[in-house]
């Protein structure tokens, strides 16, 4: 009983001596309350000097009124007058920190700005540990001093290597220009440009020079805002933001879509209720393949108050219903500008809701083995400042970044914000904060004999993981683009019905491989109608088609270890689409090729080059075909259709092939 008398009176003299320090507008004398009074309503009618004087007075005539004194401090604050305001809540906060709990807080706030961390810290754990703390504050204050953390740790960035360029005069103007992207063969560059308070999409083509004048895309641009354009790697799909449609929106903007079909721009549809809800959806981010959108969206339920989305499209072109990205890359606070890289594992996006420098900070994540997204890297100084970032976008390569930014960039007025000039500038990416490289595959299907275009499957296979990378089908026009991130060794397959199919192999394992890019003109050749079970279709009144020639078919995705003739794993992918090409047309009869480059002895690689072709016929056979059906045969090295003189060309002549025969 003694210990909690004495704890009781321990108590009552500690808060005593708090009351006996100050004076509040409880007891003030009344002298102190006039000018009280006085001061906040001359404060309400934005008298703000006549304020400080009056309440001044209040507490000349009461030195310690703590409400005069609060008072004060936030007309100031709220002047800018940050040092004064901050010098008289650290006399109010003397006197006793709990009168006001917020104060803490709101000290917190302003040693932050000021770059104080160590002193942020501290107010924001007295307010966190303070009775009676707010919810809503202890969330915020536990962020800042995370933020308090990173910045700490990050105020050694090298700023000396940061070298915004202006990406050109033609795109960066005196309206405002954001949002870049850029097309996969880098030589159109897209951006929203705000004129006379309308957005619209722009385009600008590369030259010698540069970048060209900037144009409108007239086919998708209208009397109202479009912006925040996301065009896909093969340049036939754009996703893009609208607002406020009268005739097509569901809510205040929507994500709207065309394609690039025989020339020229679809109209333009509404992407429908499976990705546009009752809220706000922006800021697009179309996969490689255009076959996954990622976007930020508002709607209810969110974590944060805007979260990232994502949406898969299906074989017939339908949209999965949008549903946040699983993983870290949410949080309580706002997740927007999301940018998918062609390497389809790394997400840049910007963040206020993760531990930064301020502001919206721009931070990667990369795509985790079992499909959700890791924990966001923030990419810091001298990329993220204090002050708020704006969208990125990253380069096929790599190497180079895209963004947008509110602030005077260039040598001459560094950092200065002007609200009104809104640019878009470049940087060469830090090598840890770089995708994986990506290289393309561009190419055109046509008729071997004629010439004429195909439409056609185009199927490529990660040999790696033995699963499938990419599948599509060629334009009217034949052609196809896909992404190829480095690190890999693919497989391509084009066919079509009435066709022998082409194959080729992509090797990219080897650093460096992803500069170069694959362009291609790809030759299919007709099945002999004879034979076929399905013929290529001919025009009306064409000349009936001349029989092919027992061409070889060089199966470039056939594997076999060095000196071996068993099959490697990897070359499942392409026994299986022969064995399916002779199911299809039963009346098919094929010789089997094995050929090998000139080193060794000329025996052993005749011997080699035999045993391979018939590792390929057994594959077959074991699978059901006929043998009455097949064929193998062994040509060592004799049939070269490379050089031996290099590596490369040594490889070429390593090869398996078939030939269509008759029997």
Request: aromatic residues 10%; hydrophobic residues 35%.
């Amino acid at each position: 009983m003694r210990i909690l008398f004495l704890l009781a009176l321990f108590l009552f003299s500690f808060i005593s001596s708090f009351a006996q320090s100050y004076k509040t507008k409880d007891n003030a004398n009344k002298k102190a309350m006039k000018f009280y009074l006085k001061g906040k309503e001359l404060s309400r009618s934005n008298q703000d000097d006549k304020a400080l004087a009056s309440l001044e007075k209040a507490m000349a005539a009461e030195p310690r009124f703590i409400d005069a004194m609060i008072e004060w401090a936030g007309i100031k604050y709220n002047a800018r007058d940050v040092d004064a305001a901050e010098k008289k809540l650290e006399e109010v906060i003397a006197l006793d920190p709990y009168y006001n709990t917020k104060l803490l807080y709101t000290l917190g706030v302003i040693k932050k700005k000021k770059d104080d961390c160590n002193g942020a810290k501290k107010y924001y754990q007295q307010y966190i540990d303070a009775p009676k703390a707010r919810t809503t504050l202890i969330e915020k204050s536990k962020k800042a001093i995370k933020d308090c953390d990173f910045a700490m740790n990050a105020s050694s960035a090298d700023f000396s290597a940061f070298d915004p360029q202006s990406i050109s005069d033609y795109i960066n103007t005196p309206d405002r220009e954001y949002f870049p992207s850029l097309s996969v063969d880098g030589e159109t560059f897209f951006f929203t440009r705000v004129v006379r308070n309308q957005e619209d999409i722009y385009y600008s083509r590369k030259t010698a020079d540069g970048w060209g004048p900037a144009m409108p895309l007239d086919e998708i641009n209208t009397d109202d805002n479009e912006a925040n354009q996301s065009i896909s790697a093969d340049g036939k799909v754009i996703v893009f933001t609208a607002c406020n449609r009268r005739d097509s929106g569901y809510g205040s903007c929507d994500l709207y879509l065309s394609e690039f079909k025989n020339g020229k721009w679809t109209p333009v549809r509404n992407m429908g209720r499976a990705i546009n809800s009752s809220a706000w959806e922006s800021q697009p981010s179309l996969s490689a393949d255009g076959n996954l959108l990622f976007f930020s969206s508002k709607r209810s339920g969110n974590m944060g108050k805007a979260d990232i989305y994502y949406s898969k499209r299906n074989a017939e072109g339908a949209w999965s219903l949008a549903r946040p990205i699983k993983g870290k890359v949410n949080s309580k606070g706002e997740e927007q500008t999301p940018f998918l890289h062609q390497d389809g594992q790394t997400l840049y996006f910007k963040s206020t809701g993760h531990p930064g420098l301020g502001g919206y900070d721009i931070f990667y994540s990369k795509l985790q083995s079992d499909g959700t997204w890791g924990e966001p890297v923030n990419l810091g100084a001298p990329i993220n400042s204090k002050s708020d970032e704006g969208s990125f976008y990253v380069s096929l390569d790599g190497q180079t970044a895209y963004f947008d930014s509110d602030k005077v960039l260039t040598k001459e007025g560094a950092g200065t914000i002007n609200k009104n000039l809104h640019d878009i500038y470049s940087i060469q990416l830090d090598e840890k904060l770089r995708p994986e490289p990506v290289t393309y595959v561009k190419a055109r299907v046509l008729d071997a004999e004629t010439k004429e275009p195909l439409v056609a499957q185009v199927d490529f296979m990660n040999l790696n993981i033995q699963k499938r990378h990419a599948f599509n089908t060629t334009d009217k026009a034949g052609e196809f683009l896909v992404c190829l991130p480095a690190g890999k060794s693919y497989a391509l397959n084009v066919s079509k019905t009435g066709y022998l199919f082409h194959s080729e192999n992509f090797q990219l394992e080897k650093k460096g491989t992803a500069e170069q890019v694959f362009e291609l003109e790809i030759l299919l050749n007709r099945i002999p109608p004879a034979i076929a079970s399905t013929p290529a279709p001919t025009k009306p009144n064409s000349q009936p088609t001349v029989a092919v020639a027992p061409t070889p078919i060089i199966l470039k995705n056939i594997f076999f270890n060095t000196g071996s003739a068993t099959l490697k794993s990897e070359s499942t992918g392409e026994l299986l689409k022969l064995l399916d090409l002779l199911r299809s047309n039963p009346k098919m009869n094929i010789q089997i090729n094995g050929h090998t480059d000139n080193v060794g002895a000329d025996a052993a690689n005749m011997t080699l080059s035999e045993n391979r072709a018939k590792s390929v016929y057994q594959f077959l056979v074991d699978r059901g075909i006929s043998d009455q059906r097949l064929r193998y045969k062994g040509y060592g090295e004799t049939q070269p259709i490379d050089s031996n003189d290099t590596p490369e060309g040594r490889q070429n002549n390593r090869r398996t092939e078939f030939i269509i025969i008759n029997k």
